[in-house]
DNA sequence: TGGGTCGTATTTTTT
DNA sequence: ATACGACCCA
């Protein structure tokens, strides 16, 4: 082993080196916290402590698989090998898996996503008997989700009035009720959501202490990553861990927290040198990572956050280029821009494709910038969205070999019971809920005896024949489990039920790609089979990869391809960095979102986020905001975000502020030749106002006003000139008086004022009008 | 029972 | 615009 420790900053191995009792180290953004922790692990080693008795718990797959890697290099792999390194979810649902019994879990339990969480919820409201349009699925499990992530059971709400009362006055008095049958229906279904891989950890540690003892013991050593994205529930589990040894290091960054939406709180790490009264604090300040103006902007932006703690992040690199703020007239221009700009970047910098990331807010945005990447035939790849596992193919042939592990997945027999169709359709699957829940057992038991209550529940002798169809065939697969290997069944199961052979008929461009998913999924079974045979701890079973499934996220599959522009959130990309990084989309509701400015915790989050997304950045920082975008289906206008304005103009580089006013007298696309460099520069007047409230700021790109424009009429198909003060009927709106037009020919917009809906702007491509007179 | 059409929400971020 | 769920009809 090398002397490893000589590669680290006095902060960075002081950290590294102490390896007792409770340490913080805040890290700064850039400050080489994998590092620190990477060789604080080989340290431990080195001086004799077990791998066995290391617990390491970072946020994503990823980011475990990668210091593992790291680690591996250092000490060598059969070292590390042991160590027990992954995000809170997947290490506490390796110990459910041994515990889940105690508390009545079968040790198969099923992890629901997301997903099928909803699904469970909508059953729930819809057997409540309730409004869904107030009960919305969605939003009630956001709430039960809260509860579960600060340990409040059923029963504690119950007894909670402040909490119920609060529910109510949001006109949802049956919170408790929904909440209740919820909880009920997983664990009937031998399920867990997310939120219970923490709850039920903590609960199994708080009721069996002998259970707790045990793992105190295996545990001598714990490290925890992004600390400052830590629930309470995360907390606690950590807490209870660590209070025999107390040999706890945290690592994290307030100034990078970005989850409390999802009930991680700051204080958390705020308040470590309370909870831990000996702890050490070690500050990483210095930045490794980005050029002086990236730092300065990032700090200039941070530092208008109240809540956070003092620190001071420095760098010694060079002072690099000033930030270009690319002023776009649409979300195609700004994908243009960015595309070019790319270009330009590996022409002068000989920037390679996996050196540059485009970061979002939203998935949604991603995909203008596609379009734009592949007109200019740059490879890229979208990180999260719709992940490979939430396709809907992937999840029907998972849903299958869930029920092979656990029949009472209830969620997964609704699911398959009838795909592909075999003629048992809701009426019966009805009648079989009604009679499991009359009976008091799951919807599998009552099929499994199918025949003997098929008379009662009403369900004719052909039906039960497909019923008994069904069965054989599950029952068969679960034979064949004892048997063979997973890869060998799965491959079974997706031609026996003729999911295969379904979409085989189906030669849509969809359809085949439906099919190669299956087939990579079927892959994937047999890569996983086959590494996991490889490893000492290795577990090949079907349960094994199918909690792999549950708790990876597209972004931890690897790329065989891996030279490709990496497109993201800002979320995803924390912990990442990238020689050039373009963040767009800012513009006011989108970036900060327009569901985080009502309080200033949530703006502060936002700016965090900002913050974040501009630290990721090595070399080359663009950012990109477009004075109108194509949103909900329609050109929404929008301002400049606020934290453009919060950077000191010596660090930015403002672009294109006067394409697209009147002077150029040609709407939008004015950028034929996608060369934004010749666009002559105008000097900005002076730095915009604070709080903008008028659009002085950036002038809006001005629509010219047209006197007419050739619609289809939707009440007779033929072609007709619309202009102001004709009378037209909108499907939705009613009718309505044309005020006037503008845009240009084959893009018009039409402001419409309606007798009952009142004025609209309607772009006269998508809008559907009759005209009357 | 199954397939089709219609209407509505969707765009905040994720384990 | 799109995708999903609800609803209706054959």
Not at 144 to 161: D, E, G, H, M
Not at 750 to 771: H, M, Q, R, S
Request: charge should be negative; include cysteine.
């Amino acid at each position: 082993m090398k002397n490893y420790l000589d590669e680290l900053n006095e902060p960075q191995r002081l950290a590294a080196e102490t390896t007792e009792g409770p340490l913080m180290v805040i890290a700064g953004a850039g400050s080489g916290k994998t590092r620190v922790l990477t060789y604080r692990i080989a340290h431990l080693i080195e001086k004799g402590v077990d791998p066995f008795n290391i617990l390491s718990l970072t946020f994503t797959n990823k980011a475990a698989r990668e210091m593992k890697e790291r680690i591996s290099a250092v000490i060598g792999a059969s070292e590390a090998k042991s160590l027990w390194m992954g995000t809170f979810h997947s290490i506490f649902a390796r110990i459910l898996r041994v515990e889940a019994t105690k508390l009545g879990y079968p040790s198969d339990f099923t992890i629901y996503d997301s997903q099928d969480a909803q699904s469970v919820m909508r059953k729930v409201i819809d057997e409540l008997q309730l409004d869904k349009d107030i009960y919305k699925a969605k939003q009630v499990l956001h709430r039960i989700s809260q509860f579960k992530n600060n340990l409040i059971t059923v029963r504690a709400y119950q007894n909670t009035p402040e909490l119920m009362e609060a529910d109510a006055a949001a006109m949802k008095p049956r919170m408790g009720d929904i909440y209740r049958a919820y909880v009920d229906r997983c664990f009937k279904s031998g399920a867990m959501d997310f939120d219970d891989l923490l709850l039920r950890t903590n609960e199994v540690l708080t009721r069996f202490p002998e259970v707790l003892a045990k793992y105190q013991e295996r545990f001598k050593y714990i490290l925890v990553d992004e600390y400052q994205d830590t629930n309470h529930s995360q907390y606690l589990i950590v807490k209870a861990l660590a209070s025999r040894y107390e040999n706890l290091c945290v690592v994290g960054d307030d100034a990078q927290s970005i989850y409390a939406f999802r009930g991680a709180n700051i204080r958390n790490i705020l308040s470590f040198q309370k909870d831990y009264a000996d702890a050490k604090v070690i500050p990483l300040e210095q930045n490794y990572r980005s050029t002086k103006t990236i730092v300065g902007a990032a700090n200039q932006v941070i530092a208008q956050n109240r809540d956070q703690l003092e620190k001071n992040v420095w760098t010694a690199n060079e002072d690099g280029e000033t930030i270009p703020v690319y002023r776009a007239l649409s979300d195609a221009d700004e994908a243009r821009y960015v595309a070019s700009q790319i270009f330009e970047l590996q022409m002068t910098q000989h920037l390679k494709n996996d050196q540059i990331a485009i970061l979002y807010r939203t998935n949604a945005q991603s995909r203008a910038i596609e379009e734009a990447l592949r007109k200019r035939s740059l490879p890229y790849r979208v990180f999260g969205g719709t992940s490979f596992y939430q396709r809907k193919e992937i999840k029907d042939l998972v849903a299958y070999l869930r029920l092979l592990i656990n029949q009472n997945d209830e969620e997964a027999l609704l699911r398959v019971i009838n795909y592909p169709v075999r003629g048992i359709g809701q009426t019966t699957i009805n009648k079989l809920m009604i009679a499991a829940d009359e009976l008091q057992i799951t919807v599998f038991q009552v099929l499994e005896n199918i025949r003997q209550y098929a008379a009662k529940l009403g369900i004719n002798a052909g039906t039960v024949n497909k019923l008994d169809e069904f069965m054989t065939m599950m029952k068969s697969f679960q034979v064949m489990l004892k048997s063979h290997d997973v890869y060998e069944v799965s491959m079974h199961v997706a031609k026996t039920t003729k999911l295969i052979g379904m979409l085989k008929e189906d030669d849509t461009p969809e359809g085949i790609s439906r099919l190669e998913n299956i087939q990579e999924l079927l892959n994937s079974i047999q890569g996983y089979v086959e590494e996991q045979k490889q490893l000492d701890e290795g577990d090949p079973s079907l349960s094994g990869f199918l909690e792999n499934v549950a708790l990876s996220t597209d972004a931890d599959n690897e790329d065989d391809d891996k030279n490709k522009i990496s497109l993201m959130t800002v979320h995803l990309a924390k912990g990442l960095e990238f020689p050039a990084v373009f963040i767009v989309g800012l513009e006011e509701n989108l970036f900060p979102s327009m569901m985080n400015l009502n309080t200033r915790q949530e703006l502060e989050e936002e700016r965090r986020l900002f913050y974040v997304a501009l630290t990721r950045a090595e070399k080359f920082a663009h950012l990109t905001y477009s004075v109108s975008r194509f949103r909900w289906g329609k050109i929404t206008d929008s301002e400049p975000s606020r934290f453009l304005e919060e950077i000191d103009d010596k660090y930015l580089d403002w672009k294109n502020l006067n394409v697209g006013l009147p002077i150029n007298n040609s709407g939008l696309n004015t950028n034929l030749f996608d060369d934004y460099n010749d666009i002559p520069k105008f000097e900005r007047k002076e730095k915009p106002a604070k709080n903008t409230e008028t659009s002085s700021f950036i002038p809006k790109a001005k629509m010219k006003p047209v006197a007419e424009a050739k619609i289809t009429n939707q009440a007779n198909g033929e072609a007709v000139n619309l202009a102001a003060d004709k009378i037209v009927v909108h499907d939705r709106f009613g009718r309505g008086k044309v005020i006037s037009l503008e845009g240009e020919p084959g893009n018009v917009k039409a402001t419409i004022l309606f007798d009952n809906a009142g004025e609209k702007k309607l772009l006269l491509n998508f809008a559907k009008l009759k005209v009357i007179v």
